[in-house]
């Protein structure tokens, strides 16, 4: 199970996230929609670890990912898919990432 809890992002002074609150059971498919720019991406990055939330918890599997390590979070990384949109994604990369992308396609 995926819990999100009073989760709030800022960038700046733009707020991203506002108190979103969800939870999405074990085995369910949920489609994230909405305008551009609207926070989509941002939180998908932070149900992966690669964005820390200013205010808010994240559980996964009845851990909270909040301030895990770059080795829990892969263990949890490996239990949860998700699909970015075009490349929105490539933004969480490095440069050398980024460049050897297209090689292993």
């Known amino acids: 199970m995926i819990a ?3 989760l709030a992002k800022r960038i700046g002074q733009q707020e991203i996230l506002r108190g979103i609150d969800l939870e999405v059971a074990t085995g369910e498919t949920l489609a ?3 305008r551009s720019g609207g926070g989509k ?3 998908l990055k932070h149900l992966v670890g690669l964005m820390e939330p200013d205010t808010g ?3 996964i599997q009845g851990q909270n990912i909040i301030g895990m ?3 829990q979070l892969g263990m949890i990384r490996q239990k949860v898919g998700i699909l970015f949109q075009g490349g929105a994604l490539f933004d969480s990369m490095t440069v050398e990432e980024n460049i050897a992308f297209p090689l292993h396609e």
């Open 4 to 6: 999100v809890r009073a």
């Open 32 to 34: 994230i929609i909405g």
């Open 41 to 43: 991406s941002v939180l």
């Open 57 to 59: 918890e994240i559980w």
């Open 69 to 71: 390590n770059e080795r």
